[in-house]
């Protein structure tokens, strides 16, 4: 089936460090989706990023669009326990703009 | 309080039986989703729905049936041919007509089926 790919797939790390997630496509994005899923809850829209090199921030958290439209990435600044959980990319592919989530980077935060 | 509503949170089925899981939004999307989660897994589409009365297979729609007669409700029922049941479901929607084609998806809280 169709998924695009998100690298790491588990990532642990101290709390205080940063933490970056990637996502990448084979084919170019109109646009790409970030969500957030904590542990036992369901998925929670961060961000939508829609222009060539767009780089958006949401105070420790900061998104970026590549240059190409095939990739994006989440970056964290100074890990906190609160940051734990699973992060998705999403985009909409295919005629009927369906969304199709990444297979999902799961962020552990030690204290 | 707007919101999409998954019932019920945790299921339990024999194997054999079909089950029938609930959807309902009150957001007055258009398009509605099913996904299944596996622990450690991502997200995968089981069908979707853009307008009533009108749906769409996603990528694992074996074993699973849907509906959409009504806007507001996209119930999907687990058969009896679905090999492996037991999941986290997941029910979305989203607004994707006009200029909002491409906006976020809302999720219910979600269905945990376990069936022994």
């Known amino acids: 089936g169709q998924q695009v790919m998100q690298i790491p797939q588990y990532q642990h790390v101290q709390e205080g460090e940063d933490f970056t997630t990637y996502c990448n496509s084979s084919?170019?994005?109109?646009?790409i989706q970030w969500y957030k899923q904590r542990p036992g809850g369901h998925p929670v829209f961060l961000i939508q990023l829609v222009k060539s090199g767009e780089v958006k921030k949401q105070k420790r958290l900061t998104f970026q669009f590549g240059e190409a439209k095939k990739n994006s990435s989440l970056h964290i600044t100074a890990t906190q326990t609160t940051d734990v959980g699973t992060y998705f990319c999403a985009q909409r592919g295919g005629a009927t703009n369906k969304l199709i989530f990444g297979t999902g980077t799961l962020l552990a935060v030690q204290p | 309080d707007g919101g999409i509503t998954q019932s019920p949170k945790y299921l339990f089925r024999k194997e054999g039986q079909n089950v029938t899981l609930s959807c309902e939004q009150n957001?007055?999307?258009?398009?509605m989703y099913w996904y299944r989660q596996d622990p450690g897994q991502g997200l995968r589409l089981i069908y979707y729905s853009q307008i009533v009365n009108d749906f769409q297979k996603g990528d694992i729609a074996e074993g699973y049936s849907v509906s959409r007669e009504k806007k507001e409700s996209f119930p999907l029922t687990v058969t009896s041919a679905q090999k492996n049941p037991t999941a986290f479901y997941l029910c979305?929607?989203?607004?994707?007509?006009?200029?909002?084609?491409?906006?976020?998806?809302?999720f219910g809280q979600g269905t945990r089926l376990t069936v022994v």
């Open positions: 979305a929607s989203s607004i994707e007509t006009g200029a909002h084609f491409n906006t976020e998806a809302f």
């Open positions: 084919t170019t994005l109109s646009n």
């Open positions: 957001l007055n999307h258009d398009a």
